[in-house]
């Protein structure tokens, strides 16, 4: 790749935006979503604590990785990996890394704008008091009804793909820059808002306690690896997000501060949608492990039944609808920052990319109805663009991106990038990214393979 494709696409205006951007890309559904019914599912405090160490330990160290191949080349991860490989004499198979990052990124796009999609529908939901009184039966109903509507389905898609296309095609600065400016704030302060009205709930001590005390009793084999995995896909490692937007970084800035700072916020939001979530499930005696369902079945029920609930409502599915939106588009970016480079115009990238996979996104929408019964290997066709992006190509993509840079780039280059004075937190990571996180990230794979059972 020729240097004149370096620095492209364009250059954050300062390190925060880069915070803000990564962070948007990090705190998504799996934050809010996921999370607190993963938590629910795997004990508590004890599962939070070994999430918590494989931030540290796989998470972070696989994200310093990721920012300082996309800063030192400023190139998309595609065009990146080549551009590495021939200059560190590494073997091409490497270069496997950006385009298995970018087609994974393209395979969730297209799944994720579907599940996101379903928060727009929930926010009109509460918006007119559906679940205000409603029982049970009720509120599964509802769900149940949306999934069964495939052309309600398809308009909430298309919905949700054409927001995260505008913002891209609008480009680093005039796009991707001024929308995470209103986004991010937007999120915390919705964030805190909720916070506020879960600690004057009953509930909000149990929560507490369920989130931080630590009876390792309750750990399970199982759980160890679902922490390790959910760690690693809630920081957006191994799809390319957190390397192009690298490649945005300003050169002068801080890697390992700014890295840490993001990984830090993004276990913040997680923390905190934990909180809210538990403080409503435990004042409303629900059942903290109740499954996927938490936040589409259980949560809108618990709210129907408080005052003001169809308000606090359409705050927090406001706010999962922007977390999802910053993650999607983050996702996109790295198929379209390659297609750039290849000749397209901007325009031209982002409809072809992301038209692309919204029509994949129809095979995600069948599956939950009209072709619920049509299966490859036992899954739906959302099941396997999940299966496939999340258990294999995510991780697989993690190891080398450790891999390579931990024994293929040169120590001065890294240092260079990270931090020139070779701190002690430098060799910390060094060892991590050499080591430590390859045989994590390497578990995730070998387990989401069945190799353990």
């Known amino acids: 790749m020729n240097n004149d494709k ?7 205006n300062n390190r925060w935006t880069f915070i803000l951007a990564a962070t948007g890309s990090a705190v998504g559904l ?4 996921k999370f607190p019914y993963i938590t629910g599912e795997n004990g508590g405090g004890a599962f939070v604590l070994v999430y918590l160490l494989c931030i540290l330990a796989a998470g972070i160290p696989v994200m310093l990785a990721e920012v300082l191949i996309g800063r030192k080349t400023r190139l998309s991860p595609i065009h990146a990996l080549q551009s590495m490989t021939d200059e560190y004499e590494a073997p091409k198979f490497f270069r496997v890394i950006g385009w298995m990052g970018a087609l994974a990124g393209f395979f969730i796009l297209s799944f994720y704008s579907v599940i996101a999609g379903w928060t727009l529908e929930y926010i009109g939901e509460m918006a007119v008091g559906t679940f205000t009184g409603a029982d049970g039966d009720k509120a599964g109903a509802v769900f149940n009804e949306l999934l069964a509507n495939p052309v309600m389905l398809t308009v909430y898609h298309t919905i949700f793909m054409i927001l995260t296309a505008y913002v891209i095609a609008r480009g680093v600065n005039k796009g991707l820059e001024n929308t995470i400016r209103i986004l991010m704030p937007l999120l915390f302060i919705m ?3 909720l916070l506020g ?3 004057t709930t009953e509930g909000f001590s149990q929560a507490l306690h369920f989130l931080f005390d630590f009876d390792f009793s309750k750990l399970t084999g199982e759980s160890i690896v679902v922490a390790l995995g959910h760690s690693f896909f809630t920081l957006s490692l191994g799809m390319g997000a957190i390397m192009a937007y690298g490649a945005y970084m300003p050169e002068k800035e801080s890697l390992g501060k700014t890295v840490m700072t993001v990984g830090f916020l993004d276990t913040l939001v997680a923390l905190v949608a934990g909180i809210i979530v538990f403080s409503i499930v435990f004042t409303n005696n629900l059942e903290p492990g109740a499954g996927p369902g938490l936040m589409f079945v259980t949560f809108p029920l618990a ?8 308000i606090l409502g ?3 599915f406001v706010l999962v609808a922007i977390a999802a939106w910053s993650s999607a588009i983050s996702i996109a970016e790295p198929a379209v920052a390659w297609a750039v480079e290849r000749g397209l115009g901007r325009v031209q990238a982002t409809a072809v990319i992301c038209g692309l996979a919204w029509l994949l996104g129809i095979g995600t929408v069948l599956s939950f109805n009209e072709w619920s019964e049509v299966k490859f290997f036992g899954k739906t066709i959302f099941d396997n663009l999940d299966f496939v992006s999340s258990n294999i190509m995510l991780p697989l993509g993690g190891i080398l991106i450790a891999i390579f840079v931990g024994w293929f780039m040169k120590e001065s280059h890294t240092a260079a990038q990270v931090d020139k004075d070779r701190s002690f937190i430098y060799n910390v990571w060094r060892v991590m990214v050499r080591f430590v996180s390859p045989i994590a990230v390497g578990y995730i794979f070998l387990n989401g393979l069945g190799v353990f059972g």
């Open 6 to 12: 370096r620095g492209m696409h364009g250059i954050w």
């Open 30 to 33: 799996g934050n809010i979503w």
């Open 191 to 193: 964030l805190v808002l």
């Open 197 to 199: 009205y879960a600690m």
């Open 303 to 310: 709210l129907g039944g408080l005052p003001g609930g169809d």
């Open 314 to 316: 359409v705050a927090f």
